[in-house]
């Protein structure tokens, strides 16, 4: 099983006063929270750049079901109990074998406006069944699992500052693999209105003046080095929680979902607001919510991550939209393979090879990459949906197109996989 890119990369903690965040960041241990953040400032007042943001569908999402052949009988056959009614779910019209799984509907809504480009049957050859293994591979863009620096950390690499953290960022609270670098710092944010000062009961007047003694409490008194030291960390909460209550209080102008424990809705409403800032992001790393390692109960449990997700996405895109944003950002949603075809004794399915990907933006052509090879002649000797599409050809592309850098310089062998075009 290989190390995950980025282990044992240095971490430290660092209020960015200039954009009131309290981040995690790895790889910067040679300077100093001032240089950081004059290095944000920096990079703030630059003219602003293309972001792609990389959301996870942690476990292997069935394909067949994301975008499934709801007439095929071999579907049928190989599904008895799980296969979708042949009458749900929005037509896919680009291949009129297949439907959109309904909780995608909102998916389906922005890929009739011509915003959302699928992948059907995206992966690799002969896949490695393993979680660890697989998801590695898609971090660090290619099948090997000796690299320790993800993808887009060598993107930043190759041409991000040694002085800005945002410009690789981690909405989940640590590293993301993809992000890991060899030479840049990068960060990680659980998010922006997570730092708060509370205690059990006590809220509104009351707490209002008990932020206010907090603060009178960490005035100097006396000699004493320990009640310096106490008052110092008082005066350096309070002065953070009013640098973040900016973040605490933004409005989005489009609804987003109600995230019911889950942060995911709450995290890209964050994102959509940290972009109308103008901090220097360009590039974000998100994990989706939902359980998709779905061997057992797949139907509800599938059911309740996508229809989270999808709404959230697609209110992301709404939002950018609504703040004049959405030529900038552009989603990329992955998950590390697909499910096998044939349904388990379990009510669910088991680790398979190709899997479903989708871009979401408004600079998109918003056209189908690859095909879906389909159920009769299009499974591999392990009877797998064998992939139409290589990711590592999808992230050449991602890089040439859209981020304007040499795919070679970043993807392993790159000269070998054909680029989707991408853009309009």
Known sequence: MPLPA??????????ARSVGLALSVYGTSLLGPRALEEGIARAAAAP???LLVSVF??????SLSLLFPGDDPDYRRLRPTLALPAGSGTPFSEDDRLHWHPALQPLAQLHAEGKVATLPAVGYTHVDQSHFTSRHYWEVGATSTQLGTGWLGRYLDRTG???NPLQGLSLDGQLQPALATAQVPVAAVEAPASYTLEAAHVWGEVEERMLETLAELGAPRGPDPALAAAGSVIVQSTKLREQLLPFHGFTSP????????DAFPKRLAGLAAMVAAGLPLRCVTVRAPGLYDTHAGQ?????KGLRLTAATLAAFQRDLEARGLADRVLVHVWSEFGRRPRENASNGTDHGAAGTGFLIGTALRGQMIGEFPGLTTGL????NLRPTSDFRGLYCALLEQWLGTDAAAVIPGAAAFPRPQLLR
Request: glycine residues 18%; aromatic residues 6%.
């Open 299 to 303: 139907p509800d449990t599938l059911d």
């Open 380 to 383: 591999d000797e392990q009877e």
């Open 254 to 261: 489009v609804p987003y979902p109600d995230g019911e424990g």
């Open 161 to 163: 500052s040694a002085d």
């Open 48 to 50: 602003a750049g293309p």
């Open 6 to 15: 980025g282990t044992g990369l240095s971490r430290r903690s660092f209020l």
């Open 57 to 62: 569908l942690d476990g292997g999402a069935d």
